[in-house]
């Protein structure tokens, strides 16, 4: 294929990739090409092997450390010793394998699930398919806020402009024609009529035709440029690393203790050097950071179920701590299936009836009075719009959509912005399809709409060879532009009482929290060549106004009320009118007496200072521009909050990168703010982003509980250890007993700990401090205080079957007191809030069946005679095992009944001053 496809026509480059203008590809060519020429994709970074991924288990220190013991093992004949520690390096190894590499297939899952998508032209349909299954000859549509998904040769623009700093370092948006270009070697910026792949539109809106993919790409010529990142690790991650750090160096000085009492005493060197290696296994818990990654992947697969897919892992933890979420309100507090409800023409009122996209509805008014103004209003609706509107996923142009047979109204959608979807569906209920119009009124340019101009404008040739120019925006945008109000078939002189009526006329429909577009027109010359905004957007007629509403989500109205009992503030903000924002904001219970509404203007107005100081008085902004987006988030943080901003337009971007969890919508969001965000909403649903949080302080509280079992169970291990030797006693447990525990007590009970439900009243709690230490609220003495418990009650179990029968003895009832200690104790873990009676013994089932499996181990170890040899442990009798759960289930049983008790007592206390 040639290189320089911007010296081609627009015809050669059609017949060069045998594709149809109007068509697009079949499906059978897209088949063809895509076996051809490959995925539309970028080569990536090798995958680790898993076989790679096993040997990097061997790799830890005390890993090498129990490795060499166990060679230590083996030269001085204690063979079955080295058998059974290599069994349970390879079993930690194995377990560690599935971690890492269950966390890798869910990094790839994550990958699709975020893949972008582009809209073409296959078949005759538009349609939206994901970037990497574009091929040479596809049509591709571009929209303001857009990645360019493939290298593409424009065919239509329309005021679109392209940021192409990835590519030539430039970065200012080049504006793009769709003209042939002449010159042989014109360099990368100079190709005026070409969009690369990895660019982004900033504006306006095109269309063309598919050149390169992937690795034929220009982007892909420099993809050696471009290294893959790593997984992002979260603050947490990074704090228990240092955690870790500390831990080894106590737990090897403590070790030391223990081996150098136990030498001086008279203890066989080799044995305390083994039992001062095995004591270091087990105190160190090498296991935390791979059960806080099991926990993390675990709580983002949640997420995805509940429609929240996390991008950048350091979000999960943020989210747990959120105080703020500013959150836009069209299509996220509420149903995003905007309905005209109220058309307003030279005073009178039209209501319209019908629900969401369906094309059906009736006109209830003065219509027939109005009937050539209604008509060109509603041809404004029509014409001045770029939304298509589809049913049962399929775009059939104008009567042709009644003859789809066997599928329900409610399957009626839009493809494109839901207001403009709103004034379409409109049209069509007064028999007005803009496909059918267009083929009389076909459309010469368009002014595309933005956040800054407020308006749009289309230019259409008449019939009789002149142009016309419909126009539709904010009301006192359209306003200020009328220098004529259409009355009787007439232009006449817009009077300052007309206006005053008009502008009267939209705040009572913005009062019924309506959303309100204003509709003008202008003849222009049939030579008329070049339309900008200073030629047609002037000396407009007005038309007429049309009101449209937005229902609040059920489940959005629910999230707020949640919100409030979690200590979260919900702000909402909004380029709505004030009144509007205030009705719908009202109604949500996002508004309460003493919150301030605050539009655009007060915040040009208000110095940087005292907005910062009444920023947490707002709960509405109206009438916002994206920078105004930026003002307020970087406020709130200022002010001391932790953010949550949605967004899905480009231009708010800069205010989602800036918050501390930036949110995109999935569906509506564009490519760029995606990129910018933290995690992508698949619903656009704000109570996707309250189940997100909740799920986020899930995540925290159940890493809570395995690092309070881990470390108090590794507290009462190093407890044992090191006080018998202090004592002068024997060793209460050999090497052999405590890998086998650090194995059966510290690996599936606590894994299971990282799975455990969500505390029904999580989101009863206020936000937690993002600075607030993993052991805060008491946990530390929790883990000292358990971890001394465990310890002592083992060595009375020790001291008590010395006496009943000797040392052999002694050493099986304390392994199994410590055991079983640990068993009972993962129960009390589940909450900090709920004892396990409140919570019920069945309600996390992993847990239940890993304290089994681990109970069957135990026992397994207890009365297999070659099990007995290897552990050196002795068959238990009745009595001893009374002494055994005595010991091990006193504490855990008489802490919940006494939890449960005083907390029934505060319940009653609490209902008796209620």
């Given at each position: 294929?040639?290189?320089?496809?911007?010296?081609?026509?627009?015809?050669?480059?059609?017949?060069?990739?045998?594709?149809?203008?109007?068509?697009?590809?079949?499906?059978?060519?897209?088949?063809?090409?895509?076996?051809?020429?490959?995925?539309?994709?970028?080569?990536?970074?090798?995958?680790?092997?898993?076989?790679?991924?096993?040997?990097?288990?061997?790799?830890?220190?005390?890993?090498?450390?129990?490795?060499?013991?166990?060679?230590?093992?083996?030269?001085?004949?204690?063979?079955?010793?080295?058998?059974?520690?290599?069994?349970?390096?390879?079993?930690?190894?194995?377990?560690g394998?599935?971690q890492?590499y269950?966390a890798?297939r869910?990094?790839?899952?994550?990958?699709?699930?975020?893949?972008?998508?582009?809209?073409?032209?296959?078949?005759?349909?538009?349609?939206?398919?994901r970037?990497?299954?574009?091929v040479?000859?596809?049509?591709?549509v571009?929209?303001?806020?857009?990645?360019?998904?493939?290298?593409?040769?424009?065919?239509?623009?329309?005021?679109?402009?392209?940021?192409?700093?990835?590519l030539?370092?430039?970065?200012?948006?080049v504006?793009?024609?769709?003209?042939?270009?002449?010159?042989?070697?014109?360099?990368?910026?100079?190709?005026?009529?070409?969009?690369?792949?990895?660019?982004?539109?900033?504006?306006?809106?095109?269309?063309?035709?598919?050149?390169?993919?992937?690795?034929?790409?220009?982007?892909?010529?420099?993809?050696?440029?471009?290294?893959?990142?790593?997984?992002?690790?979260?603050?947490?991650?990074?704090?228990?690393s240092?955690?870790?750090?500390?831990?080894?160096?106590?737990?090897?000085?403590?070790?030391?203790?223990?081996?150098?009492?136990?030498?001086?005493?008279?203890?066989?060197?080799?044995?305390?050097?083994l039992?001062?290696?095995?004591?270091?296994?087990?105190?160190?818990?090498?296991?935390?950071?791979a059960?806080?990654?099991?926990?993390?992947?675990?709580g983002?697969?949640r997420?995805?179920?509940?429609?929240?897919?996390?991008?950048?892992?350091?979000?999960?933890?943020?989210?747990?701590?959120?105080?703020?979420?500013?959150?836009?309100?069209?299509?996220?507090?509420?149903?995003?299936?905007?309905?005209?409800?109220?058309?307003?023409?030279?005073?009178?009122?039209?209501?319209?009836?019908?629900?969401?996209?369906?094309?059906?509805?009736?006109?209830?008014?003065?219509?027939?009075?109005?009937?050539?103004?209604?008509?060109?209003l509603?041809?404004?609706?029509?014409?001045?719009?770029?939304?298509?509107?589809?049913?049962?996923?399929?775009?059939?142009?104008?009567?042709?959509?009644?003859?789809i047979?066997?599928?329900?109204?409610?399957?009626?959608?839009?493809?494109?912005?839901?207001?403009?979807?709103?004034?379409?569906?409109?049209?069509?209920?007064?028999?007005?399809?803009?496909?059918?119009?267009?083929?009389?009124?076909?459309?010469?340019?368009?002014?595309?709409f933005?956040?800054?101009?407020?308006?749009?404008?289309?230019?259409?040739?008449?019939?009789?060879?002149?142009?016309?120019?419909?126009?539709?925006?904010?009301?006192?945008?359209?306003?200020?532009?009328?220098?004529?109000?259409?009355?009787?078939?007439?232009?006449?002189?817009?009077?300052?009482?007309?206006?005053?009526?008009?502008?009267?006329?939209?705040?009572?429909?913005?009062?019924?929290?309506?959303?309100?577009?204003?509709?003008?027109?202008?003849?222009?010359?049939?030579?008329?060549?070049k339309?900008?905004?200073?030629?047609?957007?002037?000396?407009?007629?007005?038309l007429?106004?049309?009101?449209?509403?937005?229902?609040?989500?059920?489940?959005?109205?629910?999230?707020v009320?949640?919100?409030?009992?979690a200590?979260?503030?919900?702000?909402?903000?909004?380029?709505?009118?004030?009144?509007?924002?205030?009705?719908?904001?009202?109604?949500?219970?996002i508004?309460?007496?003493?919150?301030?509404?605050?539009?655009?203007?007060?915040?040009?107005?208000?110095?940087d200072?005292?907005?910062?100081?009444?920023?947490?008085?707002?709960s509405?902004?109206?009438?916002?521009?994206?920078?105004?987006?930026?003002?307020?988030?970087?406020?709130?943080?200022?002010?001391?909050?932790?953010?949550?901003?949605?967004?899905?337009?480009?231009?708010?971007?800069?205010?989602?990168?800036?918050?501390?969890?930036g949110?995109?919508?999935?569906?509506?969001?564009t490519?760029?703010?995606?990129?910018?965000?933290?995690?992508?909403?698949?619903?656009?649903?704000?109570?996707?982003?309250?189940?997100?949080i909740?799920?986020?302080?899930?995540?925290?509280?159940?890493?809570?509980?395995?690092?309070?079992y881990?470390?108090?169970?590794?507290?009462?291990?190093?407890?044992?250890?090191?006080?018998?030797?202090?004592?002068?006693?024997?060793?209460?447990?050999?090497?052999?007993?405590?890998?086998?525990?650090?194995?059966?007590t510290?690996?599936?009970?606590?894994?299971?700990?990282?799975?455990?439900?969500?505390?029904?009243?999580?989101?009863?709690?206020?936000?937690?401090?993002p600075?607030?230490?993993?052991?805060?609220?008491?946990?530390?003495?929790?883990?000292?205080?358990?971890?001394t418990?465990?310890?002592?009650?083992?060595?009375?179990?020790?001291?008590?079957?010395?006496?009943?029968?000797?040392?052999?003895?002694?050493r099986?009832?304390?392994?199994?007191?410590?055991?079983?200690?640990?068993?009972?104790?993962?129960f009390?873990?589940?909450?900090?809030?709920?004892?396990?009676?409140e919570?019920?013994?069945?309600?996390?089932?992993?847990?239940?069946?890993?304290?089994?499996?681990?109970?069957?181990?135990?026992?397994?170890?207890?009365?297999v005679?070659?099990?007995?040899?290897?552990?050196?442990?002795?068959?238990?009798?009745?009595?001893?095992w009374?002494?055994?759960?005595a010991?091990?289930?006193?504490?855990?049983?008489?802490?919940?009944?006494?939890?449960?008790?005083?907390?029934?007592?505060?319940?009653?206390?609490?209902?008796?001053?209620?």
């Amino acid at each position: 294929m040639p290189a320089r496809w911007y010296s081609l026509t627009e015809q050669e480059v059609v017949e060069r990739l045998k594709t149809d203008l109007k068509k697009g590809l079949t499906d059978r060519e897209v088949k063809e090409r895509a076996a051809r020429f490959g995925p539309n994709e970028l080569l990536k970074a090798p995958k680790t092997p898993p076989w790679v991924l096993f040997l990097n288990q061997f790799k830890d220190f005390m890993v090498l450390v129990l490795l060499a013991a166990t060679a230590v093992s083996g030269f001085l004949g204690e063979y079955a010793d080295a058998v059974t520690i290599m069994i349970i390096v390879a079993v930690n190894a194995v377990l560690g394998f599935v971690q890492e590499y269950r966390a890798e297939r869910s990094l790839e899952a994550l990958k699709k699930l975020t893949s972008p998508e582009a809209r073409v032209f296959r078949d005759g349909q538009e349609r939206r398919v994901r970037t990497v299954e574009l091929v040479p000859g596809d049509i591709v549509v571009l929209e303001e806020g857009d990645r360019v998904p493939a290298d593409l040769r424009l065919l239509k623009t329309s005021s679109l402009e392209i940021e192409e700093s990835a590519l030539t370092g430039e970065s200012l948006p080049v504006p793009k024609v769709e003209t042939t270009l002449s010159g042989q070697d014109l360099a990368l910026g100079d190709t005026f009529n070409m969009a690369y792949l990895g660019t982004v539109v900033t504006r306006g809106r095109g269309s063309g035709i598919v050149v390169h993919t992937g690795m034929a790409t220009e982007m892909g010529q420099i993809a050696g440029m471009i290294q893959e990142v790593g997984q992002e690790t979260t603050p947490l991650q990074r704090r228990l690393s240092q955690l870790g750090r500390w831990l080894v160096s106590f737990c090897l000085l403590i070790c030391a203790v223990v081996v150098v009492v136990g030498i001086l005493r008279g203890e066989e060197a080799y044995q305390m050097f083994l039992a001062g290696v095995s004591l270091a296994v087990a105190a160190i818990p090498e296991g935390l950071p791979a059960i806080v990654t099991v926990a993390l992947a675990i709580g983002v697969q949640r997420m995805i179920k509940r429609n929240a897919i996390i991008r950048k892992l350091p979000a999960v933890e943020t989210l747990g701590c959120a105080t703020v979420i500013c959150s836009d309100k069209t299509g996220t507090l509420t149903q995003n299936e905007m309905t005209v409800r109220e058309v307003v023409i030279r005073g009178d009122t039209v209501e319209v009836s019908g629900e969401g996209y369906d094309p059906k509805g009736e006109f209830t008014g003065t219509v027939d009075r109005h009937r050539e103004h209604f008509n060109l209003l509603m041809k404004a609706a029509a014409l001045c719009n770029n939304s298509i509107i589809e049913r049962g996923g399929i775009s059939i142009g104008g009567l042709f959509r009644g003859l789809i047979k066997g599928r329900p109204a409610r399957e009626w959608t839009v493809l494109g912005d839901p207001t403009e979807g709103a004034l379409l569906v409109m049209a069509s209920k007064a028999g007005f399809w803009r496909e059918k119009i267009e083929l009389k009124e076909p459309r010469e340019s368009e002014l595309p709409f933005d956040s800054e101009r407020k308006r749009m404008t289309v230019v259409c040739r008449q019939p009789g060879g002149s142009l016309r120019a419909y126009v539709k925006g904010a009301p006192d945008v359209i306003l200020d532009l009328c220098t004529h109000v259409y009355k009787n078939g007439l232009a006449v002189p817009l009077s300052s009482r007309e206006k005053e009526e008009i502008l009267t006329a939209n705040a009572g429909l913005a009062e019924k929290a309506l959303r309100v577009l204003a509709f003008a027109y202008r003849e222009l010359p049939a030579e008329t060549g070049k339309f900008t905004e200073e030629l047609v957007e002037n000396r407009l007629i007005y038309l007429g106004m049309a009101g449209m509403i937005d229902p609040p989500r059920p489940a959005a109205v629910k999230a707020v009320q949640t919100c409030r009992r979690a200590g979260i503030k919900v702000v909402m903000i909004t380029g709505d009118h004030q009144l509007t924002a205030r009705a719908i904001a009202g109604e949500m219970g996002i508004l309460a007496k003493k919150d301030l509404v605050l539009t655009g203007r007060d915040l040009d107005a208000m110095p940087d200072q005292a907005f910062i100081e009444q920023v947490g008085r707002a709960s509405v902004f109206a009438r916002v521009s994206p920078r105004h987006k930026l003002k307020i988030v970087r406020a709130l943080k200022q002010s001391g909050h932790v953010v949550a901003m949605t967004g899905d337009g480009v231009n708010d971007a800069p205010a989602v990168n800036e918050a501390d969890i930036g949110v995109a919508m999935g569906i509506t969001g564009t490519d760029v703010t995606k990129e910018a965000s933290a995690m992508v909403l698949t619903d656009d649903n704000f109570s996707s982003i309250v189940a997100a949080i909740e799920e986020g302080r899930g995540i925290y509280d159940n890493i809570r509980k395995f690092i309070r079992y881990l470390l108090s169970c590794n507290t009462g291990e190093v407890l044992t250890m090191l006080i018998a030797m202090l004592a002068g006693l024997p060793l209460p447990l050999v090497p052999i007993q405590i890998l086998w525990m650090n194995l059966v007590t510290d690996g599936l009970p606590a894994m299971a700990l990282g799975v455990d439900p969500i505390d029904h009243d999580i989101m009863r709690r206020p936000p937690r401090h993002p600075r607030e230490s993993v052991f805060s609220h008491g946990m530390a003495w929790r883990i000292v205080s358990n971890g001394t418990v465990i310890g002592l009650g083992t060595l009375v179990a020790f001291w008590i079957g010395a006496r009943m029968g000797g040392t052999d003895l002694a050493r099986t009832m304390a392994f199994n007191t410590i055991v079983f200690f640990q068993m009972f104790y993962v129960f009390t873990c589940r909450s900090e809030f709920h004892t396990i009676l409140e919570l019920g013994f069945f309600t996390n089932p992993y847990l239940v069946g890993a304290v089994l499996i681990s109970t069957a181990l135990q026992l397994a170890v207890d009365y297999v005679p070659f099990l007995q040899s290897i552990f050196h442990v002795v068959p238990l009798h009745g009595l001893h095992w009374a002494v055994i759960l005595a010991l091990s289930a006193a504490p855990t049983v008489s802490g919940i009944l006494f939890q449960h008790l005083t907390g029934e007592a505060r319940k009653k206390v609490m209902y008796l001053k209620v």
